[in-house]
């Protein structure tokens, strides 16, 4: 049984606590470190560890901060050099290398974002629960077997991208930026009708866009389309 | 001046302010007693988003309210921004034509049969100083997907056949007859279906990125594969510094 906390999910900042029972673990680390300790009840040192899914701020600020608690931090060679840090809590770790932490076995896997080696996480556990974790990327190279839980980018729709883009609320360039380097509803439904659902358990919608999406609307569309039940994280 | 003295001035420089003297731009007057009126407005949580803390926006509403003859409130709920343009919502437009003293109330004669493309109506009414009866041109389903609205993502003309074609009529009949009403506006039905949002080119090229290469591998965890071994440090003291 996978239990998932929302700390933070937008791109003012990132973070996810999941847990198996046994492993607690941190999905990023993009919100201000005393936040993460306010929310995890200031047992930062239960996390077995923090996995990082690349450099920008709203998905690692806190990095430096959960290192010197003592958690050790997840991340690709990519993400670490434009990190720029150093230490013994950092692993290094490489798509489609898998590892274990605890009663995990993750496989990182790439995403498509403008990062210099950005990742998304593929997680198994000992009770046979199979987790997707994926955000911040336009789309997903790759299918899924058996997945239980999925937690994945639902960061706007296209017609309302256009339409805030028509009223002058965003800029062409910002628009182009978005389609190229973030998840969009469409885009979301074309993975999920790809995979094969029959076991999923849990889909939590990540990281809307504060102006581009529409919460109600993005969760009621992805149940009719999955009927499986739907989270909208934050 | 403290804020009491600040309203008692203000509510005396209302005071002295004519009493046919309406918000708007006709003079400074005018200006000063929409600037007040706005300020109020756009403090009250009541009031739609697109006014609350906008007093331009607010002047604005008060403005059209005055040339309309109608409540401040009620134009600001009718007036909806569509892709960036302002438009009323037909109900508004049809409820201020109904209203406004010169016309019977809008009514609708319906042409075609029910659910097929010759399905349609136009709106009429009486002109009350001259006792004609006025038509309207006559929307039809055909003409609704011809014009490309009813085949739109999203479209209510799918859904609402039967709304939408008066909706419609009402508009180009008030439009035809009553153009003042509107002051220049379409309504947001209208808006909606005439603003095409294209795909640009850089969307048509990512899209064609996304579709040759997503979802195309699969990828699994292997049980038997050796593994790099990274215990966890459960319940590590915290090490500030290290």
């Not at chain 1, 791109?11 to 990023?28: A, Q």
């Not at chain 1, 809307?208 to 529409?214: A, F, I, Q, T």
């Not at chain 2, 709920?77 to 809008?106: C, D, E, M």
């Not at chain 2, 080119?201 to 699994?220: F, G, L, P, R």
Request: hydrophobic fraction near 40%.
């Amino acid at each position: 049984m996978i239990d998932v906390l929302v700390l933070a999910s937008s791109s003012k900042g990132n973070c996810y606590r999941i847990t198996d029972g046994s492993t607690p673990l941190l999905l990023e680390a993009g919100i201000q470190f005393k936040e993460i300790q306010k929310r995890l009840n200031f047992r930062i040192s239960d996390m077995a560890g923090c996995l990082i899914s690349h450099e920008h701020k709203d998905h690692s600020k806190a990095v430096p901060d959960m290192m010197k608690a003592g958690v050790n931090c997840y991340m690709s060679q990519g993400t670490v050099e434009s990190l720029g840090i150093d230490g013994h809590r950092i692993h290094v770790i490489k798509a489609k290398q898998q590892f274990q932490l605890g009663t995990w076995t993750i496989l990182p896997f790439e995403t498509q974002h403008d990062a210099a080696e950005p990742l998304g996480f593929l997680m198994v556990n000992q009770g046979g629960d199979k987790l997707l974790y994926a955000t911040d990327t336009y789309y997903i190279r790759y299918r899924f077997a058996g997945l239980t839980h999925v937690m994945i980018e639902c960061n706007y729709s296209l017609d309302i991208l256009r339409a805030n883009v028509a009223a002058g609320l965003v800029e062409p360039a910002l628009k182009n930026r978005i389609l190229k380097s973030h998840f969009s509803l469409e885009h979301v439904k074309d993975f999920l009708k790809a995979n094969d659902l029959s076991k999923v358990r849990e889909i939590w919608l990540l990281h809307l866009s504060d102006g581009n999406s529409d919460a109600e609307r993005f969760k009621r569309e992805i149940q009719e389309l999955t009927g499986k039940p739907v989270y909208v994280a934050g | 001046m403290n804020n009491a003295q600040e309203a008692i001035q203000d509510n005396n420089a209302v005071a002295t302010m004519p009493v046919d003297l309406v918000p708007g731009f006709t003079s400074k007057q005018s200006l000063e007693l929409a600037l007040k009126a706005a300020n109020i407005l756009a403090k009250s949580s009541l009031v739609p988003k697109e006014y609350q803390g906008n007093v331009p926006n607010c002047v604005i509403a008060l403005n059209m309210a005055a040339r309309m003859n109608a409540d401040p409130l009620m134009v600001m709920q009718n007036l909806y921004i569509v892709h960036g343009r302002p438009g009323w919502s037909s109900q508004f437009l049809i409820s201020t034509f109904n209203t406004s003293g010169k016309f019977s109330a809008l009514r609708y004669e319906w042409v075609g049969e029910e659910g097929k493309d010759s399905w349609g109506c136009r709106a009429c009414a009486l002109e009350k100083a001259t006792g004609e009866k006025l038509v309207g041109a006559t929307v039809t389903i055909d003409l609704a997907k011809k014009e490309g609205w009813y085949t739109k993502n999203g479209s209510k003309w799918q859904t609402m056949p039967q709304q939408m074609l008066m909706y419609r009529a009402a508009s180009w009949f008030i439009r035809a007859y009553a153009p003042e009403l509107a002051m220049g506006m379409h309504t947001a039905e209208e808006l909606q279906d005439a603003i095409t949002l294209d795909a640009s080119e850089y969307e048509v090229k990512v899209e064609q990125e996304i579709q040759q290469h997503a979802n195309t591998e699969v990828i699994d965890i292997e049980e038997s594969a050796p593994q790099q071994e990274s215990q966890p440090e459960q319940a590590a003291p915290a090490d500030p510094g290290f």
